[in-house]
Each structure stands twice: as C-alpha cells, then as structure tokens.
C-alpha cells in the first residue's frame, strides 16, 4: 500500500480529527493504573517510607531527587517536603502521560514498560497559561 498526501483545507481538517480522536478515551485499565500507581506513591510517603516512594519515581525524577547522585533517594524525598496527598479525586490520560489529581497535590505520571511511575509531585496549578504547574519534585 502507498500513502499519498493531500494538501488543502479538508485534508488537514481530516487529519487532525484522526489525530485528536486517537488521542481521546483512555482505556479504563491505563487510568486505574496511572491512579494506583499514584495512590502507592501518596501511601508511601504519608507512611514515611521514602524508599518505597522512591521505587515509584521515573528514572530522570529520581536522578534530580538524588540531586545526580550526592543524596540517597529516600532523604532527598523526605527533605522534599511534600504534602500529605489525601484521596484521589480524578485523572486525566493522555497516551503515556497522566495527571492524577488528588486531594492536596497533583501527580504527573508516565507509563514505561515496568508501568506508571511518577516524574512530577508537590505540583500547584498557577495562575497563568505560561507556567500551569510548579513542581518542587520532577525530572530533568
């Protein structure tokens, strides 16, 4: 089979319907593991597990945690100061990214191959368009 491309108006409308449908309707599956994966997280830290916490934060999050290897992950968690996150309250699925927000924080997650782990927390939602969250833990 050959694709061919179409230029104009109605070609592109076309396409970005295609594009934004199958971008839509997350599995009920990936959100419920997106939302367990937080939830482990928040139970974690509120026990004060930090190593546990730790074992759930994508690869580049954990690197800053650790400030590139001169903290140990679980004191560079605990030093950061996040607050207790309470109950789950909604998530939002975007293919292999989810914003899960939850009572008192908002968590941005990725799915890898081992599953969701966290790469934002202790995120607040600002007040303009240009900067929509501010997070004191996250990835490079």
């Given at each position: ?72 992950c679980a004191l560079g ?64």
């Open positions: 089979m050959r694709w061919t491309t179409r230029t104009g108006p109605r070609a592109s409308g076309v396409l970005l319907a295609v594009l934004l449908l199958g971008g839509c309707g997350a599995s009920a599956a990936r959100e419920d593991g997106a939302t367990d994966a937080g939830r482990r997280f928040a139970a974690a830290l509120a026990a004060g597990d930090y190593r546990a916490g730790c074992a759930l934060l994508a690869p580049e999050t954990r690197e800053q945690v650790e400030e590139d290897g001169r903290t140990p968690l605990r030093e950061a100061g996040l607050p207790p996150a309470g109950l789950a309250r909604g998530v939002d699925v975007y293919g292999r990214e989810a914003l899960l927000r939850m009572t008192a924080d908002t968590l941005f997650l990725s799915q890898f191959d081992a599953g969701w782990l966290v790469t934002a927390a202790g995120c607040e939602e600002q007040a303009t368009e240009d900067e929509p969250y501010r997070c004191s833990v996250k990835g490079g």
